[in-house]
């Protein structure tokens, strides 16, 4: 098979669903004014949350550290404008449940004035940890959507000796359109920001993945990357979920991530392009991330596009600025296949949101389930190579072991198997709940285990405690009774004695 008949076979995983970008992604990008108010959560990453530094009623500057990361896992926050610090709160999240999680509030004075800050002169000539260095106190996370701290990425695969760095330019989901702009728009930034990656983690050469279904990215791209022949463009088939990690290093390299291991540990690491810029920005200008490219689509929108807007910014600001045909039927945080639901548009964006999704009645329709009639589509659809008809009939009635028998853990979410579904069975559902349910069980049992040991710690502390008083109680007897036989046999020594003389 030769190098493009590989490259463009069509995967015998995954599915094809319509892909909905457009006119979202031919629209110009249009850049969001400043609110007069942004909410800046404390946790926008995985890992544990920011925590603030600044006070209420504190004058900030845009791009200034308003939040310090905690821990090794985390990431710092910064103001997205300037202002006034009005309220260190509690927000809704952007999660189904609607649950509240702190926020910074700041009052915009509409200036948007930068925090003086220094680039880096010649980053190439820095060491490779200079660079994660300052992507770290830039606040740069994954925003293709797993929000993992990017430095942290960047150590691993430096200690891993990465050879290959992956630049995701996939965006399989449908409706949304915000890398292939910035792709379109700052295709310099994005190879920049690659190259610099690259140094950061000792790669030798970068591989863009980005479907065939984007071409005027793929030619930006190209012109982009054609002085750097360490950096290549590779189109790869429009094919749901290729934006997957595990997916995507498969298509472009052949290699087979294991379930258990990570990618880096065959060599490669992979970079959404939208961090790529991220790391150009804060490495070259020396701004952290404090705003992104976010798309706003779907049929109850009256003029779709992608906005380059502050983090923090209110989802129903971006409504107000795009316009409602309607009022939505369902918001979606992401994409249809793998976004979060959201309760309402009061809640303010994050750094992982890549789109705002607002689908009118016919869209948002879901079919009632019916009875599974082991059909196997699913199973043919999985990218992960799993048996999700397996895996939900034992969910259903409880076995949840039995499910973890069949390699519940490896799923990615990724919703194939319910899209396939003639039954419209919510199987991720299923799936999701059931990892939820096991987590669960296994802190419950960390935690029963750990006060087991606790009992057994202090039963042994006792046990040694009475030990020791025993034995010291004994030796106390002892000396009391050698004392008291030493004063008995005194008066006869005594008497002995005087007879002799």
Request: include cysteine; aromatic fraction near 4%.
């Amino acid at each position: 098979m030769g190098f493009l008949d590989r490259f463009l076979k069509t995967p015998n995983w995954g599915v094809h669903p319509e892909d909905h970008k457009r006119p979202a992604a031919d629209a110009p990008l249009r850049l969001f004014p400043s609110p007069p108010r942004v909410f800046m959560p404390l946790h926008q990453h995985v890992g544990g949350a920011a925590r603030p530094v600044v006070l209420v009623g504190q004058k900030v500057l845009k791009g200034q550290l308003i939040a310090e990361a905690q821990g090794n896992i985390s990431a710092p926050i910064h103001a997205s404008v300037s202002g006034t610090i009005s309220a260190v709160g509690e927000v809704t999240a952007p999660h189904p449940s609607g649950l509240p999680f702190k926020a910074i509030t700041i009052d915009s004075d509409g200036a948007d004035r930068w925090f003086d800050s220094e680039p880096l002169a010649d980053p190439f000539s820095a060491a490779p940890e200079e660079i994660a260095r300052r992507a770290a106190l830039a606040g740069v996370v994954g925003l293709g959507g797993a929000t993992f701290p990017a430095a942290v990425k960047f150590a691993l695969g430096k200690r891993l000796k990465v050879s290959t760095l992956i630049v995701n330019g996939g965006e399989c989901e449908p409706y949304l359109s915000s890398d292939d702009r910035i792709m379109r728009d700052y295709p310099e930034m994005v190879i920049d920001g690659a190259r610099l990656v690259m140094h950061a983690i000792g790669a030798t050469d970068a591989l863009v993945g980005i479907e065939d279904n984007k071409p005027e990215a793929i030619a930006a791209m190209r012109r982009a990357a054609a002085a750097y022949p360490e950096v290549k463009i590779r189109p790869v088939p429009a094919w749901y979920p290729m934006g997957s990690d595990k997916q995507l290093i498969q298509t472009l390299t052949g290699k087979e991530v294991p379930s258990d291991a990570r990618a880096a540990e065959v060599g490669v690491l992979v970079h959404n392009v939208s961090t790529c810029a991220a790391v150009h920005k804060a490495i070259r200008l020396g701004q952290p991330l404090v705003e992104r490219i976010i798309t706003l689509n779907g049929g109850a929108i009256a003029n779709p596009g992608n906005l380059y807007a502050p983090l923090g910014t209110m989802i129903s600001d971006l409504f107000a600025f795009v316009g409602l045909r309607e009022a939505p039927a369902r918001l979606i945080l992401g994409g249809p296949m793998m976004g979060t639901p959201l309760l309402h548009d009061r809640i303010p964006i994050v750094k992982g949101a890549s789109g705002i999704l607002a689908f009118n009645a016919a869209e948002a329709f879901v079919p009632e389930a019916g009875p599974c009639i082991r059909c196997g589509s699913c199973t043919k659809a999985c990218p992960m190579g799993l048996l999700p008809l397996e895996m939900a009939a034992r969910i259903r009635v409880g076995d949840l072991e039995g499910a973890e028998a069949y390699a519940l853990q490896d799923c990615i979410s990724c919703g194939c198997c319910a899209y396939v579904c003639p039954s419209h069975i919510p199987l991720v559902q299923y799936f999701s709940h059931a990892k939820g349910e096991l987590t669960a069980a296994e802190r419950t049992k960390l935690r029963t285990e750990a006060t087991r040991r606790l009992a057994e710690a202090k039963t042994a502390r006792i046990e040694r405690e009475n030990r020791e008083k025993a034995e010291a109680a004994a030796r106390r007897k002892a000396e009391r009774e050698a004392a008291k036989a030493a004063t008995a046999a005194a008066p006869v020594t005594e008497q002995t004695q005087g007879a002799s003389a």
